[in-house]
C-alpha cells in the first residue's frame, strides 16, 4: 500500500476511535469504574457501623462466603451461601423456561397477524412498562394473598374448598413474579427474529410434506433461535439477580441473591461480603453464559439428529 | 395419454365474496402425464395462483382439482403427491444443501440409508455431485436453482410446478437452464406444469401452452399452434412479433384502408383484423402489397423494413441476413410485399 492509501487508512481508523468515543467514556465511567470500586470494596475489610476500613486488605470476603469461622476460629465448610445460589439459579430457570412457553406462541402469534394489528399487539406487549415495576408486584400482593382475587376466585368457581391458598411468600409466587416481570424480554427478541422469517419457507416445508408440528419444528423454530437466545439470556440474567420481586413476593423468607448482596450492604454491615458476592454472581453468570452458548452453538450446527 | 392435472371451472376470488378481486374466472385445463406444459401470461394473470391451487396453498372458490382423475382441492399441501420450485428457491438457510434434499425424504420417514443414496443420486442428476456438504446460500443462484430443483424431485412428484423459476438468472445461465429442465423432464418422465411471463422461453420449453390473461385461458395448443394461429389479438400480440392490419372482410378479398385487397379464406364478414408475421412477409417486386420505408435496422441476424401500410405506420418486415449486411432500401423508396394466403390469420377483434 502506498503513503497516501495509509494515511487514508489511519484517517479512517481515527474517524472510528472517535464515533466511539462517547460510548467508550460512558461505559467506562459508569460500568468499569464502579466494577473497579466494587472489587476493591470486596478486598477490604468491613467496618464496624458498615462501610469499610480503607487500606486495611483481606481475602475474609471470599472466605467467608465458603467457609464458616466456628468458635475455635477453624474454618468449617457452609453451604448456606451456596444454597441460595442454587436456588435462584432454579428459580430463574423456571421462570426462563415458563417465559419461552408463554413468550414463543405469543410472539408466533404476533408475527403472524396484519401489520396494523400488530403494531397495536406490540404497545399493549409493552404497556406494562408504562407503570411503575413496584405497583404492579403490589397488585400481585393483592392478587396472590390469601382471600385475595384469585383464591376468591378459585373458591368462587369451586376449584378449592375451603382452607387458604396460601401462595403468597413462596417460591411459586416469585416464579408468577419473575415470569410476569420478564415476560415482554422473551416476546419482543423472538417476536423480531419471526417477522424477519421468510414465510415462502414454511410454505416450501409444507410442501415437500411437512406437517404444521413438523414445520414449526425443523424450520420456524430453528430459524427463530437467535430471537430465543436473546430472550433466555435477557429473561435469565435478570431474574438470577432480582431483588425487588423476591423481597416482596417472597416476603423475605424466599431469598435470592440479590436479597443476599442487598442485606450485606444493609442490615449485615458487611459491605466486602456483599461485593464477594456481587463478584460470585458475575463469575456464575459469565460461566452459565459460557455454557450455554457452547451448547447453542452445538444446537444450531448440528442441523438433525 | 391420460390426464394428470384436471382443472375444471376454477374460480378464485380475493377479498369480499362478490366484490373482491377475480384472479381466476371460470378457468379449465387438462394437462396431460408427462407433459411439459406452460402457463403463459403477463403478471397477474393469474397464473401464479392456478399453481399455487395446485400446489395447495390457497383454496379454490369454486371448481374441481383432479390428480390422475382424484379430487384434491381438500387435500393440504403436505398430502398431495405434488412438488414446487419456487421463484425464490426457498432453500432453507439453515441447513447444508444434502439436508435440504433429503427434508422431503426425512418427512416421509424413509430410511437414512435410502434417503442418502437418493440424496446423492439428486445431486449426480443435477450435476452438483460435490455441494452436499454446503450450506445453501454458499452456492450461486444457478447452483440454488438446481438444489431446489433437486429437493423437489427427491420426493418423486407425479407433478413438479415451476414458479418463474428462471426468471432470477442470467441471460447465459437460463438458456442452459432450459435445456437442463427439459433433459430432467425427459429422464424423470414427471408432468412438469412452468410458469412464465417470457413468451420465447415458454415456446422453446413447453409441449403445450395456456395464454392466460385477466384471470382466463385465451388458448391452449403447442407452441406451433400459439404461434402460428392465435385466437385473438391478445395472444397474437404476447407472443412473438405482429404486425396488425385494420380491413373490411367481404366476398371480394380483405380490403384494406387505402383500398388494397388481400386474399386469404375467412368465413367472417365486416371489419376484421389481419395478424401478419414480421418474417412470413416477403419483399417482392410482384407482391400484391404496397408499402413506404419508414425506417430499416439492421439488428445482427435479421434486417427489419418498417414500412407504412394502408396508412399504418410501423408494420415491420423480418428479413434474415444470408448474404451478410445489404444497404439495400432507403426510407421514403415504395416496396412490394407478398404475403402468403397462410400468413394472414383474420381476427374478429
Excluded at chain 2, 148 to 172: G, H, I, M, T, Y
Aim: glycine share 10%; net charge neutral; with cysteine.
Amino acid at each position: 500500500m502506498n503513503a497516501a492509501g495509509l494515511r487514508h487508512e489511519r484517517r479512517l481508523l481515527l474517524r472510528r476511535l472517535a464515533l466511539s468515543a462517547p460510548a467508550m467514556a460512558t461505559l467506562a465511567v459508569f460500568l468499569l469504574v464502579p466494577l473497579g470500586i466494587m472489587l476493591l470494596v470486596s478486598f477490604l475489610q468491613p467496618g464496624d457501623y458498615g462501610g469499610v476500613k480503607w487500606g486495611e486488605y483481606s481475602l475474609e470476603a471470599y472466605v467467608n462466603f465458603l467457609y464458616e469461622r466456628d468458635l475455635d476460629d477453624s474454618l468449617v465448610f457452609n453451604t448456606d451461601y451456596l444454597q441460595i445460589f442454587q436456588r435462584s439459579f432454579w428459580l430463574s430457570v423456571l421462570t426462563t423456561a415458563g417465559c419461552l412457553l408463554v413468550g414463543f406462541p405469543t410472539a408466533l402469534y404476533l408475527a403472524l397477524q396484519s401489520e396494523r394489528r400488530r403494531n397495536l399487539l406490540l404497545l399493549l406487549v409493552t404497556v406494562p412498562f408504562w407503570t411503575n415495576l413496584l405497583v404492579r408486584v403490589y397488585a400481585w400482593i393483592l392478587l396472590l394473598r390469601n382471600g385475595g382475587l384469585v383464591d376468591s376466585g378459585l373458591e368462587a368457581l369451586g376449584l378449592v374448598h375451603g382452607g387458604d391458598l396460601n401462595v403468597l411468600y413462596t417460591d411459586v409466587a416469585v416464579v408468577i413474579g419473575l415470569l410476569y416481570t420478564f415476560l415482554p424480554f422473551m416476546v419482543l427478541p423472538i417476536y423480531t427474529s419471526l417477522e424477519k422469517l421468510d414465510w415462502r419457507l414454511v410454505e416450501a416445508a409444507y410442501d415437500l410434506g411437512a406437517t404444521r408440528r413438523q414445520a414449526l419444528r425443523r424450520i420456524i423454530v430453528p430459524l427463530a433461535m437467535p430471537g430465543i437466545a436473546a430472550g433466555t439470556i435477557l429473561v435469565f440474567i435478570p431474574s438470577l439477580g432480582n431483588y425487588i420481586i423476591p423481597e416482596l413476593l417472597g416476603g423475605g423468607k424466599a431469598l435470592m441473591i440479590g436479597n443476599l448482596i442487598q442485606l450485606q450492604f444493609g442490615t449485615a454491615h458487611n459491605w466486602p461480603l456483599g461485593a464477594a458476592l456481587s463478584f460470585a454472581l458475575l463469575a456464575f453468570v459469565l460461566l452459565a453464559m459460557l455454557v450455554y452458548s457452547l451448547r447453542f452453538k452445538g444446537a444450531a450446527a448440528g442441523g438433525h439428529p | 395419454m391420460s390426464s394428470a392435472i384436471g382443472i375444471e371451472r376454477i374460480c378464485m376470488e380475493f377479498g369480499e365474496p362478490g366484490q373482491g378481486v377475480r384472479a381466476l374466472d371460470d378457468v379449465s385445463l387438462d394437462i396431460r402425464a408427462n407433459e411439459f406444459f406452460t402457463l403463459l401470461g403477463p403478471s397477474g394473470c393469474g397464473k401464479t395462483t392456478l399453481l399455487r391451487l395446485i400446489a395447495g396453498f390457497e383454496q379454490p372458490s369454486a371448481g374441481t382439482i383432479r390428480l390422475y382423475g382424484e379430487a384434491m382441492q381438500d387435500l393440504p399441501p403436505f398430502r398431495r403427491p405434488v412438488n414446487t420450485v419456487f421463484q425464490s428457491y426457498a432453500l432453507f438457510p439453515h441447513m447444508s444443501v444434502a439436508q435440504n434434499i433429503a427434508f422431503g425424504l426425512e418427512m416421509r420417514g424413509l430410511p437414512r440409508a435410502e434417503i442418502d443414496a437418493t440424496v446423492q443420486r439428486m445431486l449426480a442428476l443435477v450435476k452438483l455431485p460435490d455441494v452436499g456438504r454446503r450450506r445453501a446460500d454458499q452456492l450461486s443462484g444457478g447452483q440454488q436453482q438446481r438444489i431446489a430443483l433437486a429437493r423437489a424431485l427427491a420426493n418423486q412428484p407425479k407433478v413438479l410446478l415451476l414458479d418463474e423459476s428462471l426468471s432470477a438468472l442470467d441471460q447465459k445461465l437460463r438458456k442452459d437452464m432450459q435445456m437442463e429442465l427439459k433433459r430432467l423432464q425427459h429422464e424423470t418422465g414427471i408432468t412438469f406444469i412452468f410458469v412464465t411471463h417470457d413468451q420465447e422461453e415458454a415456446l422453446t420449453m413447453s409441449d403445450r401452452i395456456a395464454v392466460m390473461d385477466k384471470g382466463r385461458v385465451l388458448q391452449v395448443g403447442t407452441p406451433s399452434e400459439i404461434y402460428e394461429s392465435p385466437v385473438n389479438r391478445t395472444v397474437a400480440a404476447f407472443i412473438g412479433e405482429t404486425n396488425f392490419l385494420a380491413a373490411d372482410a367481404a366476398d371480394a378479398g380483405l380490403r384494406l384502408g387505402d383500398g388494397q385487397v388481400l386474399q386469404a379464406p375467412t368465413p367472417l364478414r365486416g371489419a376484421v383484423t389481419l395478424a401478419i408475421r414480421p418474417e412470413r412477409v416477403h419483399l417482392d417486386p410482384a407482391g400484391e402489397l404496397e408499402g413506404v420505408v419508414e425506417d430499416v435496422v439492421y439488428v445482427g441476424t435479421d434486417t427489419v423494413y418498417h414500412l407504412n401500410v394502408a396508412g399504418q405506420g410501423g408494420f415491420r418486415v423480418r428479413r434474415q441476413n444470408h448474404d451478410g449486411a445489404v444497404a439495400a432500401h432507403a426510407p421514403g423508396e415504395r416496396l412490394r410485399l407478398r404475403v402468403p394466403t397462410a400468413a394472414i390469420r383474420v381476427l374478429a377483434e
